[in-house]
């Protein structure tokens, strides 16, 4: 995804462009309300009763090491006290933003022909005709961490920026209680997101930040542009980080972070699924509760991939943003989501 407009411009109209998306929201539609209840979508309470789930698009963690504690200090500073990886990996599919999106609230690989279980969402654009739902490019109901969320009796919100990422709201109408989308508007959705979470008890948050990824297309991974944009994105990462700890109320939040895929040093696409620095992403859970360390240590029933990519046969498979839809489930003490592949028997954990 590119774009031409400077960024301070489109953050100066921030607040127009927040009451635009309220007021132009398409109209759901109500067919894909039509979901049936899974058996056992309760809560067992614990220490978490929030999720807020991050996803920071064409994030390559190498900028880490490039940027260090001063260039991006809320970043490393969730690596430092969370259960996480470096070494996660995408979809086997794709390494494209919506596919694995999808995937990361459905649970489900990507591809629905042939292959068990795909949720069928192949497509990167805002798209204007059918199949427009997730239901409608599986061929069946799918169901998502949104819809064990609302069955549950909890409420849930979407903030991103990407006009795409409607396609939620459009196929879970009923169970994504708010979806507020401002293209390309980082702080923009940080804020409302913060304000919300303030708020509101939502059961299941997410956010979509798409600053490293709109500066990767339009100037290259690791350009001065992409490594300003990670910079930003930290920066907003603190605006969360320090509400969690100022507020009282926000005391049961964990934070799940990981990325659709990542990008190589110079180049300005992503979409070869073979590369390295395409299919490695990152994977942190970070909150009450969760104990510092390697979640590969914490979790022997997955692999670290090393350099690979492991197919759907490699077993032990690695941890992939597809575990995040069943491990917020369960942070949240709800059952897997139905139909979904990763994290199904929700074994992968944030303790030793």
Excluded: C
């Excluded at 039509?34 to 963690?61: C, K, M, W, Y």
């Excluded at 197919?311 to 139905?338: C, E, K, M, W």
């Amino acid at each position: 995804m590119t774009s031409s407009a400077p960024r301070d411009r489109r953050l100066a109209v921030v607040s127009v462009g927040l009451a635009l998306t309220a007021m132009f929201a398409p109209t759901p539609a109500p067919a894909s309300d039509a979901l049936s209840v899974p058996a056992g979508a309760t809560v067992r309470h614990g220490e978490v009763r929030q999720v807020l789930a991050i996803s920071l698009d064409g994030f390559n963690v190498d900028v880490l090491k490039k940027l260090g504690r001063r260039g991006a200090p809320n970043l490393h500073r969730l690596f430092r006290n969370g259960a996480s990886t470096k070494n996660a990996r995408t979809q086997v599919e794709l390494t494209v933003t919506l596919p694995n999106h999808t995937s990361q609230l459905t649970g489900r690989r990507i591809f629905a022909d042939g292959g068990e279980g795909g949720h069928g969402v192949t497509w990167n654009d805002d798209r204007p005709i059918r199949p427009d739902t997730i239901q409608a490019a599986a061929g069946e109901d799918v169901f998502s961490i949104f819809t064990q969320a609302h069955l549950a009796g909890r409420t849930t919100a979407l903030f991103a920026t990407e006009s795409k990422f409607s396609l939620f709201k459009r196929s879970w109408p009923g169970a994504v209680n708010r979806s507020t989308i401002v293209q390309d508007g980082d702080h923009a959705v940080t804020v409302a997101a913060r304000r919300d979470l303030l708020r509101r008890n939502r059961g299941f948050t997410f956010l979509h930040l798409g600053a490293m990824d709109e500066a990767g297309h339009a100037h290259g991974w690791f350009s001065r542009p992409y490594l300003r944009a990670a910079r930003l994105v930290d920066a907003q990462l603190g605006i969360l980080l320090e509400a969690i700890r100022e507020h009282n109320r926000l005391h049961d939040l964990a934070i799940v972070l990981t990325a659709d895929h990542g990008g190589p040093a110079g180049e300005t696409r992503h979409d070869d699924a073979t590369k390295y620095a395409n299919f490695r992403i990152p994977f942190l859970v970070w909150g009450p509760g969760v104990e510092r360390g390697d979640l590969y240590a914490m979790n022997p029933t997955y692999a670290d991939p090393g350099t690979t990519q492991p197919g759907f046969a490699a077993s032990p498979q690695p941890i992939r943003n597809g575990d995040l839809a069943n491990l917020s489930a369960n942070l949240l003490g709800l059952t897997s989501v139905p139909g979904s592949l990763w994290g199904l028997d929700q074994s992968l954990t944030w303790h030793n």
